[in-house]
């Protein structure tokens, strides 16, 4: 069974303090890992897919990274309206589901 | 942009009533989701549909159904709701293969 777990499930920082968030996952086949940004109430939002290990991609102070078996997002400096919840999900060959993680609770403080 | 709306961001229903939610994508999209999420159980499929007329139970199908008439539209109908469908319920479009595009969600409360 497909399977993501994230940790940590909720993370408090400093603005500037850089910090990585996790994503462990097991799938048979892995078609594509994605992350999103979820706000308060609203629907998440898609940041990044990512399809192979070693792949790297970037968007202003985020980065995500992959290997066989986990995948990171690094946050480099980060500003309060950084905060907000971060969902991984992983994608198999196999199928057009999408089997999401709990989500990673960030607050950046002033 | 890509566009995927849902039609109500609020609901309130009295158990046992029925209850339509649409959700209507502009990308051409062959699949579609319906999701709901829940504090400390996160986000569950409920339905997907990888083309018009076709449909696939998700984990949580029990007490839902959808319609997919148009390749565009995807409808999730609660035949008779009750009050453990109170939830944030979410739908989601995608390209084959490619990434989920989500509604803005539609909160719905079950009294």
């Known amino acids: 069974e497909d399977q993501v777990t994230q940790s940590p499930e909720a993370l408090r920082l400093q603005e500037g303090e850089s910090s990585s968030l996790n994503c462990s996952y097991t799938?048979?086949?892995?078609?594509?890992l994605f992350w999103y940004r979820q706000d308060p109430g609203k629907g998440p939002e898609f940041l990044f897919t990512?399809?192979?290990a070693g792949e790297e991609k970037e968007k202003e102070r985020l980065k995500a990274t992959l290997t066989k078996k986990e995948s990171f997002l690094h946050i480099t400096a980060p500003k309060p309206e950084d905060s907000a919840t971060y969902l991984c999900?992983?994608?198999?060959?196999?199928?057009?589901?999408?089997?999401f993680g709990p989500g990673t609770r960030l607050s950046v403080l002033p | 942009d890509v566009k995927v709306t849902q039609s109500s961001r609020y609901l309130v229903k009295r158990t046992g009533e029925k209850v339509f939610l649409e959700c209507v994508q502009d990308?051409?999209?062959?699949?579609m989701f319906w999701y709901r999420q829940d504090p400390g159980l996160g986000l569950r499929l409920i339905y997907f549909?990888?083309?018009?007329?076709?449909?696939e139970k998700g984990d949580i199908p029990e007490g839902y159904s959808v319609s997919r008439e148009k390749k565009e539209r995807f409808s999730l109908i609660l035949e008779s709701a009750s009050t453990n469908q109170t939830s944030m319920y979410l739908c989601?479009?995608?390209?084959?293969?490619?990434?989920?595009?989500f509604g803005e969600g539609s909160r719905l409360t079950v009294l």
């Open positions: 990308m051409d999209h062959e699949n």
């Open positions: 989601a479009s995608s390209p084959n293969p490619g990434e989920l595009f």
């Open positions: 990512l399809y192979s």
């Open positions: 549909s990888y083309d018009v007329k076709m449909k």
């Open positions: 799938v048979s086949g892995l078609r594509g």
């Open positions: 999900a992983v994608q198999a060959y196999y199928g057009q589901n999408f089997v």
